[in-house]
């Protein structure tokens, strides 16, 4: 039975009577022995478009294999809870009625504050002291929409360790017991949570941090409900969204850029819960060093890390070596390869569990310095936070909301891969200089999205 609803008749039967020359008849019992809670659709073998309901307690006129059976349900007026988990740092609307018992009778009315039993209520003429069109929680804000009937809830800390609950109303208008009806919504954060550059603080001397490229604007992340649900959003693999398809440059089309040189400096730091993080950058010929230091939260320093994002080399052959084989020399080319862009330049990782503090020092260094004029440019496109909230284990250990929303779609405990360091680890390039492809020769296939695999 699909959730929230009943049978209307537990004991009623539907037969099926198959014979071997691929004819037969069906049976349908109710549990009074009168046909009238379960029904038949008819599909006619001559008219593969046509339907008709019948509501005989049998027939032997049609093709057994072309017959649907509906069995009659009934169900209460009733709101029901809302759960949605989210991967971005983006607003996402929340189809509250979607999945509520007011046929077109129902309105949503208002969102606040959740107090225990509020769901409990019925038909009461008054919505409680406090509920409007806004709600701020712990991790977020929320906003009403009476027209649409969504509720639009936008995360506005990176420090989302667990999850915000209010609750909404429904004003109910039917002649069954009409008036208030309310019930939970519930915001979680995903195993992974990724956050666009403006969540995070910059500072410079003797330079300033920009916008580089152009935001694309009002972007809502999708609305994902754990396990299955089919009424909206069907996909529930953690660290997909629709909101990034097509953006082949900056993540959302923009991202925080500096130039820095032996005169300047820039920092961009956030607080975070987890276990790490990676920072999403652009390399090109043009940009250079950064450092990281993350602190604990005593103030110690717990990882200290540093990356060159220049990328700016032409590979050509150099002579051969004595067994024949090529010899190739990287050097620095101003006509290198265009940018490559939304990568995850520097990972922080297998941090113990708990609140932390990152530091991204844009860091200058003559050495290292392979532009002209002097200086190279920094870009954060975005943060990505592992196990905001610690996979589920919350300090009051009896409350599983977070942990079940996980095992419900399959992604309780993940582990998490490094492609470049499996496939280096399964000895891919064996004999590949010389183009032999041996039996015990190791490799790793990794498929990357799904969709217009023909185009």
Request: one cysteine or more; a negative charge.
């Amino acid at each position: 039975m699909p959730k929230y609803y009943d049978l209307y008749d537990e004991a009623a039967e539907y037969t099926i009577n198959i014979k071997s020359n691929a004819t037969g008849d069906w049976k349908i019992i109710s549990g009074d022995g009168k046909v009238q809670s379960t029904y038949v659709t008819h599909y006619k073998i001559d008219d593969p478009s046509a339907y008709s309901n019948v509501k005989e307690n049998s027939s032997t006129d049609c093709d057994y294999t072309h017959t649907v059976v509906w069995f009659a349900v009934v169900w209460k007026v009733q709101a029901h809870p809302d759960t949605v988990v989210i991967d971005y740092g983006l607003p996402v609307d929340i189809s509250v009625m979607t999945n509520d018992m007011f046929g077109d009778k129902g309105a949503l009315a208002a969102i606040g504050a959740y107090t225990d039993g509020l769901e409990e209520i019925t038909g009461d003429n008054l919505v409680p002291t406090g509920f409007g069109v806004n709600y701020t929680g712990k991790y977020g804000s929320a906003k009403a929409d009476i027209t649409t009937g969504k509720v639009r809830y936008t995360p506005n800390t990176m420090e989302m360790n667990g999850y915000d609950k209010f609750a909404y109303a429904v004003n109910y208008s039917g002649t069954d017991n009409p008036g208030y009806y309310y019930d939970i919504i519930t915001v979680i954060p995903a195993t992974t949570i990724y956050y666009e550059d403006n969540f995070l603080t910059y500072t410079a001397s003797n330079t300033e941090w920009k916008n580089e490229g152009t935001t694309v604007l009002n972007q809502i992340q999708d609305e994902d409900r754990p396990g299955k649900y089919s009424l909206t959003d069907a996909n529930n693999i953690y660290g997909y969204d629709h909101v990034n398809l097509g953006m082949s440059t900056f993540s959302l089309g923009s991202a925080k850029k500096v130039h820095v040189d032996a005169n300047s400096f820039a920092q961009a730091t956030f607080d975070f819960y987890g276990t790490g993080f990676d920072i999403i950058s652009m390399t090109s010929n043009t940009t250079g060093v950064f450092t990281v230091m993350v602190t604990d939260a005593s103030g110690n320093v717990v990882e200290r890390k540093a990356v060159n994002t220049y990328y700016g080399y032409t590979r050509t052959q150099n002579g051969i070596d004595e067994a024949g084989n090529p010899i190739y020399e990287w050097t620095v080319s101003a006509t290198a390869p265009n940018p490559i862009y939304q990568v995850p330049v520097l990972q922080v990782e297998n941090l113990p569990y708990g609140k932390y503090s990152a530091e991204i020092t844009a860091t200058y260094a003559t050495a290292l310095d392979k532009t002209s004029p002097a200086g190279y440019d920094l870009y954060l496109d975005a943060v990505r936070i592992y196990d905001p909230a610690n996979d589920g284990a919350l300090e009051d250990a009896s409350d599983k909301t977070i942990e079940n929303a996980y095992l419900a779609d399959g992604e309780g405990w993940p582990s998490y891969i490094e492609l470049r360091n499996q496939i280096i680890a399964a000895n891919s390039f064996d004999n590949i200089a010389n183009d032999a492809l041996t039996t015990d020769m190791k490799g790793l296939v990794f498929i990357d999205g799904v969709a217009n695999v023909g185009d």
